[in-house]
């Protein structure tokens, strides 16, 4: 019963702030003119990557929450069925869960690994 209040309370808090670093990151943004115009306007030079490390961060953590508290009701209320098809749920949910996390690593690793000279790749 506590889910039902505190998971959604959990998506707003991280999806609120979750937007305003995002906007935070883009207010950072420094633009260049293009050399085709006619193409594209502008640029994106530098931008604050620590700003997308945090976002990075936090949807790692929240996708942590998530599992954390997937397993533990798994374990709670499934523990004794011997279903195929909970089983089959519950371990490609992990499988899921473990491969979100697995590409916020991946991400926050790039963003904290590049040279300030590579930031643009992100800006984008």
């Known amino acids: 019963m506590v889910y039902r209040i505190w998971l959604p309370f959990l998506f707003v808090a991280v999806q609120v702030t979750a937007c305003c670093l995002t906007g935070l990151f883009f207010k950072s943004v420094k633009y260049a003119p293009s050399p085709l115009p006619q193409h594209v306007a502008c640029l994106p030079v530098s931008g604050a990557s620590d700003l997308a490390t945090a976002i990075f961060g936090l949807l790692m953590a929240n996708e942590t929450v998530v599992l954390l ?50 930031n643009t790749m992100f800006v984008m």
């Open 69 to 118: 508290a997937m397993m533990y009701l798994g374990l709670k209320k499934h523990r004794r069925i011997r279903s195929p098809l909970i089983t089959i749920f519950y371990r490609d949910g992990v499988v899921f869960f473990l491969a979100l996390a697995g590409t916020s690593i991946v991400n926050i690793v790039l963003l904290l690994s590049l040279p300030p000279t590579a």
